[in-house]
Protein backbone atom coordinates (compact mmCIF):
# COMPACT_ATOMS: atom_id res chain seq x y z
CA UNK A 1 0.00 0.00 0.00
CA UNK A 2 2.86 2.48 1.18
CA UNK A 3 4.70 1.41 -2.02
CA UNK A 4 1.24 2.56 -4.42
CA UNK A 5 1.03 5.71 -2.43
CA UNK A 6 3.96 6.63 -3.27
CA UNK A 7 4.08 5.53 -6.84
CA UNK A 8 0.87 7.95 -6.71
CA UNK A 9 2.33 10.73 -4.82
CA UNK A 10 5.23 11.14 -7.60
CA UNK A 11 2.68 10.80 -10.78
CA UNK A 12 0.34 13.44 -9.05
CA UNK A 13 3.47 15.81 -7.97
CA UNK A 14 2.09 15.61 -4.67
CA UNK A 15 4.00 18.10 -1.78
CA UNK A 16 3.39 15.83 1.24
CA UNK A 17 2.48 12.26 1.51
CA UNK A 18 1.48 10.89 4.80
CA UNK A 19 2.15 7.63 5.53
CA UNK A 20 -0.37 6.62 8.66
CA UNK A 21 0.18 3.04 9.94
CA UNK A 22 -1.53 0.84 12.35
CA UNK A 23 -0.48 1.43 15.86
CA UNK A 24 1.68 -1.35 17.14
CA UNK A 25 3.59 -2.50 20.83
CA UNK A 26 7.54 -2.36 20.18
CA UNK A 27 7.01 -6.00 22.12
CA UNK A 28 5.35 -7.44 18.95
CA UNK A 29 8.81 -8.04 16.71
CA UNK A 30 6.78 -9.35 13.71
CA UNK A 31 4.82 -5.67 13.97
CA UNK A 32 8.45 -4.17 14.23
CA UNK A 33 9.73 -6.24 11.11
CA UNK A 34 7.10 -4.63 9.42
CA UNK A 35 7.50 -1.41 9.96
CA UNK A 36 11.33 -1.29 9.17
CA UNK A 37 10.33 -3.56 5.83
CA UNK A 38 7.93 -0.26 5.03
CA UNK A 39 10.33 2.26 5.91
CA UNK A 40 13.10 0.16 3.52
CA UNK A 41 10.31 -0.32 0.54
CA UNK A 42 9.99 3.80 0.81
CA UNK A 43 13.71 4.54 1.08
CA UNK A 44 14.40 2.35 -2.19
CA UNK A 45 11.85 4.05 -4.30
CA UNK A 46 12.37 7.41 -3.46
CA UNK A 47 16.02 8.45 -2.58
CA UNK A 48 15.94 10.37 1.29
CA UNK A 49 12.17 9.01 1.88
CA UNK A 50 10.85 8.78 4.31
CA UNK A 51 11.70 12.16 4.96
CA UNK A 52 10.27 12.22 8.56
CA UNK A 53 9.00 9.62 11.20
CA UNK A 54 6.73 10.73 13.60
CA UNK A 55 6.13 8.70 16.63
CA UNK A 56 2.75 9.37 18.40
CA UNK A 57 3.15 8.81 22.23
CA UNK A 58 0.33 8.61 24.48
CA UNK A 59 1.13 10.90 26.99
CA UNK A 60 -1.17 9.55 29.42
CA UNK A 61 1.08 6.44 30.33
CA UNK A 62 4.05 8.23 31.76
CA UNK A 63 7.47 7.26 31.71
CA UNK A 64 6.48 4.01 29.60
CA UNK A 65 6.97 6.50 26.96
CA UNK A 66 10.10 6.44 26.85
CA UNK A 67 10.61 3.15 26.38
CA UNK A 68 8.25 2.99 23.68
CA UNK A 69 10.32 5.82 22.04
CA UNK A 70 13.87 4.40 22.72
CA UNK A 71 12.62 0.87 21.08
CA UNK A 72 10.72 2.20 18.36
CA UNK A 73 13.67 5.01 17.71
CA UNK A 74 16.25 1.43 17.42
CA UNK A 75 13.68 -0.42 15.04
CA UNK A 76 13.73 2.96 12.52
CA UNK A 77 14.84 6.34 13.17
CA UNK A 78 12.60 8.66 14.59
CA UNK A 79 12.96 12.27 13.32
CA UNK A 80 10.37 13.41 15.83
CA UNK A 81 7.90 12.81 18.02
CA UNK A 82 3.88 13.85 19.18
CA UNK A 83 2.81 13.49 22.64
CA UNK A 84 -0.88 13.35 22.56
CA UNK A 85 -3.57 12.95 25.41
CA UNK A 86 -1.70 16.23 27.28
CA UNK A 87 -5.37 17.59 28.53
CA UNK A 88 -5.70 14.76 30.97
CA UNK A 89 -4.17 14.08 34.45
CA UNK A 90 -0.72 13.84 33.01
CA UNK A 91 1.19 16.62 32.59
CA UNK A 92 3.94 15.44 30.57
CA UNK A 93 7.11 15.61 32.20
CA UNK A 94 8.26 12.15 30.87
CA UNK A 95 9.02 14.62 27.53
CA UNK A 96 12.13 16.10 29.14
CA UNK A 97 13.52 12.55 29.87
CA UNK A 98 12.96 11.56 26.18
CA UNK A 99 14.56 14.78 24.91
CA UNK A 100 17.32 14.27 27.54
CA UNK A 101 18.40 10.80 26.37
CA UNK A 102 17.02 10.54 22.55
CA UNK A 103 17.31 14.07 21.93
CA UNK A 104 14.16 14.19 19.16
CA UNK A 105 12.03 17.12 18.92
CA UNK A 106 8.67 17.13 19.87
CA UNK A 107 6.74 18.24 17.25
CA UNK A 108 3.26 18.66 17.88
CA UNK A 109 1.05 18.03 21.12
CA UNK A 110 -2.55 16.69 21.54
CA UNK A 111 -4.49 18.31 24.04
CA UNK A 112 -8.13 16.99 23.19
CA UNK A 113 -9.86 15.52 20.33
CA UNK A 114 -10.68 18.59 17.84
CA UNK A 115 -8.89 19.00 15.08
CA UNK A 116 -7.18 22.00 16.70
CA UNK A 117 -6.23 20.12 19.63
CA UNK A 118 -3.38 19.05 17.91
CA UNK A 119 -0.72 22.19 18.33
CA UNK A 120 2.77 22.62 17.44
CA UNK A 121 5.31 22.23 20.02
CA UNK A 122 6.43 25.38 22.12
CA UNK A 123 9.08 24.21 24.83
CA UNK A 124 8.83 27.68 26.65
CA UNK A 125 5.03 27.26 27.18
CA UNK A 126 5.29 23.59 27.95
CA UNK A 127 8.02 24.51 30.05
CA UNK A 128 5.24 27.65 32.00
CA UNK A 129 2.37 24.81 32.01
CA UNK A 130 4.28 22.51 33.36
CA UNK A 131 5.39 24.09 36.66
CA UNK A 132 1.72 26.36 36.76
CA UNK A 133 -0.93 25.41 39.84
N1 LIG B 1 -8.38 13.67 25.18
C1 LIG B 1 -7.62 13.40 24.13
N2 LIG B 1 -7.98 12.40 23.32
C2 LIG B 1 -7.19 12.13 22.25
C3 LIG B 1 -6.00 12.86 21.97
N3 LIG B 1 -5.44 12.35 20.86
C4 LIG B 1 -6.23 11.34 20.45
N4 LIG B 1 -7.28 11.19 21.29
C5 LIG B 1 -8.36 10.20 21.21
O1 LIG B 1 -7.82 8.91 21.37
C6 LIG B 1 -8.51 7.97 20.56
C7 LIG B 1 -7.54 7.21 19.67
O2 LIG B 1 -6.97 8.10 18.73
P1 LIG B 1 -6.44 7.62 17.32
O3 LIG B 1 -6.00 8.84 16.60
O4 LIG B 1 -7.42 6.73 16.67
O5 LIG B 1 -5.18 6.78 17.81
P2 LIG B 1 -4.19 5.91 16.91
O6 LIG B 1 -2.88 5.92 17.60
O7 LIG B 1 -4.22 6.36 15.48
O8 LIG B 1 -4.79 4.44 17.03
P3 LIG B 1 -4.54 3.20 16.06
O9 LIG B 1 -4.42 3.72 14.65
O10 LIG B 1 -5.73 2.34 16.28
O11 LIG B 1 -3.29 2.57 16.56
C8 LIG B 1 -9.56 8.76 19.78
O12 LIG B 1 -10.78 8.65 20.46
C9 LIG B 1 -9.02 10.20 19.85
O13 LIG B 1 -10.05 11.14 19.78
C10 LIG B 1 -5.66 13.95 22.87
O14 LIG B 1 -4.65 14.65 22.72
N5 LIG B 1 -6.51 14.15 23.93
MG1 LIG C 1 -4.54 5.41 13.76
Do not use: C
Amino acid sequence: MAHDAVTAAQARKADYLFIDTAGRLHTKHNLMQELQKLHRVIGKQLAGAPHEVLLVLDGSTGMNALNQAREFHKAVPLTGLIVTKLDGTSKGGMVVAIQKELGLPIKFIGLGEQPDDLQPFDAKQFAAALFEE
